[in-house]
């Protein structure tokens, strides 16, 4: 009894910390503790670098045009702007369609069936800008997207930027209450790690690099993984700019979702274990303190999920006593209320107040699978467009 015990209040104190409590720490660290200044002024035209914007696609003829009028528009200096859009092994029209528009800024590489991350590799050496940036097709920036991370570049010590992703539609002025708690989260938590100087995460759908910073990338992990931690292991600072507002829409299918993030687990499991020296406390304490928080245990929070669940459950089987309810019954809620999510969702209706839980369980499910998979040594070099 003593051992459910234990495991049930160290499984739920986990958990409570990873989902909050780190959160309120980092808010603390940021109270009393000297951060590095942010506040960057505008600059003048003749003090805007060199910059290419890297575009990797497969099959994007459906919103390629959109994306590349898009960048196009970005209020940045034209004469210093260029566009590499590199092209795996599409066979739809995303190649005609690049070169239909005849932009003198936007330069078409072909390559035939690499994978995004090789891909990634190859184009990289037709870059030679001081600054370049990742992105999406799917993804939209806003107009002065690309000022407001290449501005932090001012300061030698940053090798990344990273942009705030919003799930909406620019076009849409309260997009914050379609992005779920959980993604709100990630992003107040990237902003506090940024402001103490401890960020060792990219979002893969918008960030700049300084080019001198890139390493050739292992094609089987994804560049929002290991471009971050390359950066921070070389000595410079991931920067994260919530004014650099880009936009996705919101995935409404549950099974790509989860694919998705099963992939996300799996590829990002692997490249931070291959770096697994910025997890040592005693070398990098700062980092490893971040890592371990938001992405290890994050990624092991479905361990200690049905830890707790099982473990309260005993408790309870053994006697029902309030304090045993008191401990079982949030972890009830919430499996009760994601399966009547889904059985309302499936019957094209939604029952209130249970989204949330869905979305969490979802997460998890997909982050047991994406470790699981890693731990058997599973690996995805084929560009996916989900």
Same mark, same amino acid.
């Given at each position: 009894?003593i051992v459910l015990?234990?495991?049930?209040?160290?499984a739920t104190l #986990?958990?409570?910390?990873?989902?909050g409590?780190?959160?309120v720490f980092?808010?603390?660290?940021?109270t009393l503790?000297?951060q590095r200044n &942010?506040q960057l002024?505008? &600059?003048?035209?003749?003090?805007?670098?060199d910059?290419? %914007?890297l575009l990797?696609?497969?099959?994007? /003829?459906r919103? %390629?045009?959109?994306?590349?009028s898009?960048?196009?528009?970005?209020?940045?200096?034209?004469d210093?702007l260029q566009?590499?859009?590199?092209s795996?092994?599409s066979?739809d029209?995303t190649c005609s369609?690049v070169r239909?528009?005849?932009?003198?800024?936007?330069?078409?590489?072909?390559y035939?069936g690499l994978?995004? #991350?090789?891909?990634?590799?190859?184009?990289?050496?037709h870059i030679s800008?001081e %600054?370049m940036a990742f #992105? !999406?097709?799917?993804?939209?920036?806003?107009?002065?997207w690309?000022? =407001?991370?290449?501005?932090?570049?001012r300061?030698p010590?940053v090798?990344a930027?990273d942009?705030r992703l919003c799930?909406?539609s620019?076009?849409?002025?309260?997009?914050?209450?379609? =992005?779920?708690?959980y993604?709100?989260?990630?992003?107040?938590?990237?902003?506090l790690?940024?402001?103490?100087?401890?960020?060792a995460?990219? &979002?893969?759908a918008?960030?700049?690099?300084r080019?001198s910073?890139?390493?050739?990338?292992d094609?089987?992990i994804?560049e929002d993984?290991?471009?971050?931690l390359d950066?921070?292991?070389q000595?410079?600072?991931?920067v994260h !700019?919530?004014e650099a507002?880009h936009?996705?829409?919101?995935?409404?299918?549950?099974?790509?979702?989860?694919?998705r993030?099963?992939r996300?687990?799996?590829?990002?499991?692997?490249?931070t274990?291959q770096? &697994?020296?910025?997890l040592?406390p005693?070398?990098?304490p700062g980092?490893?303190?971040?890592l371990?928080s938001?992405? %290890?245990l994050?990624?092991l929070?479905?361990?200690?999920?049905?830890? /707790?669940? /099982?473990?309260? /459950?005993g408790?309870?089987?053994l =006697?029902?006593?309030v304090?045993r309810l008191?401990l079982?019954g949030?972890?009830a809620?919430?499996f009760?209320a994601a399966?009547?999510?889904?059985l309302?969702?499936?019957?094209?209706r939604?029952?209130?107040g #249970?989204?949330?839980a869905y979305?969490?369980?979802l997460?998890?499910?997909?982050?047991i699978?994406g470790?699981?998979?890693?731990?058997a040594g599973w690996q995805?070099?084929a560009?996916?467009n989900?």
């Amino acid at each position: 009894m003593i051992v459910l015990w234990g495991i049930a209040i160290a499984a739920t104190l #986990t958990l409570c910390w990873i989902y909050g409590g780190y959160g309120v720490f980092l808010q603390l660290l940021c109270t009393l503790s000297r951060q590095r200044n &942010s506040q960057l002024d505008a &600059s003048s035209e003749e003090e805007w670098p060199d910059v290419t %914007i890297l575009l990797t696609v497969h099959n994007e /003829a459906r919103v %390629i045009q959109q994306r590349l009028s898009n960048l196009l528009a970005l209020e940045y200096p034209a004469d210093r702007l260029q566009i590499v859009v590199a092209s795996d092994g599409s066979t739809d029209a995303t190649c005609s369609l690049v070169r239909a528009l005849n932009e003198p800024r936007i330069r078409l590489l072909e390559y035939a069936g690499l994978g995004k #991350t090789a891909a990634q590799n190859a184009a990289m050496q037709h870059i030679s800008s001081e %600054i370049m940036a990742f #992105t !999406d097709a799917d993804i939209l920036f806003n107009p002065l997207w690309l000022k =407001q991370v290449v501005r932090h570049f001012r300061d030698p010590e940053v090798g990344a930027v990273d942009g705030r992703l919003c799930y909406g539609s620019p076009a849409v002025a309260q997009v914050q209450a379609s =992005q779920g708690r959980y993604w709100l989260y990630e992003m107040k938590l990237r902003r506090l790690e940024s402001r103490l100087g401890i960020l060792a995460v990219l &979002s893969g759908a918008g960030f700049a690099l300084r080019r001198s910073a890139f390493v050739p990338m292992d094609p089987a992990i994804g560049e929002d993984c290991i471009v971050p931690l390359d950066v921070v292991s070389q000595g410079l600072l991931v920067v994260h !700019d919530p004014e650099a507002v880009h936009f996705d829409e919101f995935e409404t299918d549950t099974g790509v979702t989860l694919r998705r993030r099963v992939r996300m687990t799996l590829r990002n499991w692997q490249g931070t274990w291959q770096r &697994s020296r910025l997890l040592n406390p005693l070398r990098h304490p700062g980092y490893a303190f971040a890592l371990w928080s938001h992405k %290890i245990l994050r990624w092991l929070s479905p361990v200690f999920l049905l830890a /707790a669940t /099982a473990s309260a /459950a005993g408790l309870l089987l053994l =006697q029902v006593t309030v304090p045993r309810l008191l401990l079982a019954g949030p972890y009830a809620a919430l499996f009760l209320a994601a399966a009547f999510h889904l059985l309302f969702e499936r019957r094209r209706r939604l029952l209130p107040g #249970t989204g949330a839980a869905y979305s969490f369980v979802l997460a998890n499910t997909a982050f047991i699978i994406g470790v699981a998979k890693a731990l058997a040594g599973w690996q995805i070099r084929a560009y996916r467009n989900t």
